[in-house]
């Protein structure tokens, strides 16, 4: 049976493995289900209509499942926060539940939020995602896999953020951060190539060298976007990562972050 601490509240109604670990001061609310393998160090706040799957850690301060900060929720609705598995939500983290009914706020596996994460409404967040102290996401942002948010950055409602992607520190942007690039500042600032994590991870020395050319074009060469994504088509190999980029900046709703007016990009 759980291991549960007599002075944690554990509402009969949750729904607990058999090997879970919730320590002193915890609460768990009626609708809450924790997978098997997860831990529940103490004093953390687990409510809603919240999912977590297998081996998450969760430590002192974190709220999840609490209502979202948005006027027009109702409080009579259901909605949901459903987080994967291997997940480390350190001190203070706050993970809302969806805005609108039948709507979700989702994390997915091995992600490692630090202490003061804000991860507001219907955000989606892939895998293997680190989130650095006090940083912030605003309703409805999409973070993808690998993605890198560093200390005490701010991203506005609706924004995306590609794929092994890296905000720098106290950086605050209301644009879609493209794949594979690093930005920094307040928006229309990507400064280069996240170099370190693709070859952290595996990729090709060809694909890496297809990834800096697509910055070069994109971001340094003065084009509009349209030029710009078609000279990618044009004069870059066409591997999956070059597809993904282009694909990214296609689909942008927002409009993308760009080299910054020192560039004379335009948009």
Do not use: W
């Not at 009969?12 to 058999?18: M, R, S």
């Not at 998450?56 to 006027?71: E, H, K, L, R, W």
């Not at 979700?104 to 091995?110: L, P, Q």
């Not at 000279?231 to 591997?239: A, F, M, R």
């Amino acid at each position: 049976m759980p291991d549960i601490h007599p002075t944690a509240v554990v509402d009969p109604k949750a729904e607990v493995a058999e090997d879970v670990q919730i320590g002193p001061g915890c609460i768990v609310g009626p609708d809450v289900v924790i997978g098997e393998g997860c831990r529940l160090i103490a004093q953390c706040y687990i409510s809603g209509h919240t999912t977590l799957g297998k081996r998450n850690s969760v430590f002192p301060g974190a709220c999840i499942g609490t209502p979202p900060q948005d006027i027009a929720f109702d409080e009579s609705s259901v909605s949901y926060v459903k987080i994967g598995n291997d997940n480390i939500i350190r001190e203070g983290v706050t993970i809302h539940l969806g805005t609108k009914p039948e709507t979700e706020t989702i994390i997915g596996n091995n992600c490692f939020l630090m202490e003061n994460v804000h991860i507001a409404h219907n955000c989606k967040l892939g895998n293997n995602i680190i989130m650095v102290h006090a940083a912030g996401l605003s309703g409805y942002v999409t973070i993808e896999d690998n993605a890198f948010i560093s200390g005490l950055s701010g991203v506005h409602q609706f924004c995306r953020i590609g794929r092994f992607a890296m905000l720098s520190g106290g950086s605050a942007i209301s644009k879609d951060l493209p794949p594979f690039m690093i930005a920094d500042g307040r928006n229309d600032f990507v400064r280069g190539v996240n170099v370190i994590a693709l070859k952290r991870n595996g990729f090709d020395l060809s694909v890496v060298r297809a990834i800096k050319n697509i910055y070069h074009i994109f971001f340094r060469s003065g084009l509009n976007t349209g030029n710009a994504l078609k000279k990618i088509k044009d004069e870059v190999e066409q591997t999956p990562e070059v597809k993904e980029f282009v694909e990214f900046v296609e689909s942008s709703e927002r409009g993308v972050l760009t080299q910054g007016e020192s560039s004379g990009r335009r948009a």
